[in-house]
């Protein structure tokens, strides 16, 4: 029984004299997937990503809450934590940050707490300040 290719199978294999042989790093690279849709995949991972949601406080809380800024940052270069919300840039929502150090300056115009070393807390986006983990009452 003779096939279609019995006159050319056992031939040795083509070794060309003018094109030097790939190397096999080379020939499995030519057969590697590609990304077909830049971006695709860090756009999957930032849909991902969970941001929290702002927490909105009552009027009470509010009205405690200022009571508590005003007396820990009347005193300027008193230890306290704040904790506030920072929105995300990219999406809604945000996530919640602990601040904690001295009050170097209240900006009432700007609406900003101004710490010790250089950060801004926007005083709107404030939940919890705390002085007791400092030993000084709030």
């Known amino acids: 029984m003779t096939t279609q290719y019995d006159d050319i199978i056992h031939l040795p294999h083509h070794v060309s004299s003018t094109r030097p042989r790939m190397s096999a790093i080379d020939r499995a690279a030519q057969f590697s997937p590609f990304a077909a849709l830049t971006g695709y995949d860090t756009s999957i991972k930032e849909s991902a990503r969970l941001t929290d949601a702002r927490i ?15 007396l820990a940052t ?7 934590k704040i904790t506030y919300f920072l929105p995300d840039t990219k999406k809604t ?24 070393d250089g950060k801004q807390i926007p005083i709107d986006e404030v939940i919890a300040v705390d002085c007791d983990a400092f030993g000084e009452p709030c």
């Open 56 to 70: 909105e406080l009552d009027d009470s809380q509010k009205e405690d809450l200022g009571e508590k800024l005003r």
């Open 93 to 116: 929502g945000g996530k919640y940050v602990l601040a904690a150090g001295t009050v170097k300056k209240v900006d009432e115009y700007e609406r900003m707490i101004i710490m010790g």
């Open 74 to 80: 009347g005193r300027l270069g008193a230890e306290i």
